[in-house]
């Protein structure tokens, strides 16, 4: 089992930055695949980035360029860094991790969540 609890969420202005944290349980948190999602007020949730267990990575074309996803291990913590954020960007964040590979649509284990509102 895996337990994933964000932190960094919050309100900031267009333009501005944050950083998202993961923090997980489990021993082997090394070989997994961690992402993170969004969902929007009335939308589906959506793949924002994921980092595998060798530190390659994907992302959403929408957040190219302006998002980076980072892990380290040691801490058993997955990072987002958000910059350039848009109003668009405002939802739910959620962590997900999966002992083989996190895609689009599935994870196995799911965080809370932490909301990021982006003002315009």
């Known amino acids: 089992q895996v337990q994933l609890v964000e932190s960094g969420g919050g309100l900031v202005q267009a333009g501005g930055s944050l950083r998202l944290s993961c923090a997980a349980s489990?021993?082997?948190?090394?070989?997994?695949?961690m992402g993170w999602f969004r969902q929007a007020p009335g939308k589906e949730r959506e793949f924002v980035a994921d980092i595998d267990w060798s530190g390659g990575t994907a992302y959403a074309d929408s957040v190219k360029g302006r998002f980076t996803i980072s892990r380290v291990n040691a801490k058993k913590t997955v990072y987002l860094q958000m910059n350039s954020l848009k109003p668009e960007d405002t939802a739910v964040y959620y962590c997900?991790?999966?002992?083989?590979?996190?895609?689009?649509?599935?994870?196995?284990?799911w965080g809370q969540g932490t909301q990021v509102t982006v003002s315009s």
């Open positions: 997900a991790a999966d002992s083989v590979v996190i895609t689009s649509t599935h994870a196995a284990y």
């Open positions: 489990g021993r082997t948190f090394s070989n997994y695949a």
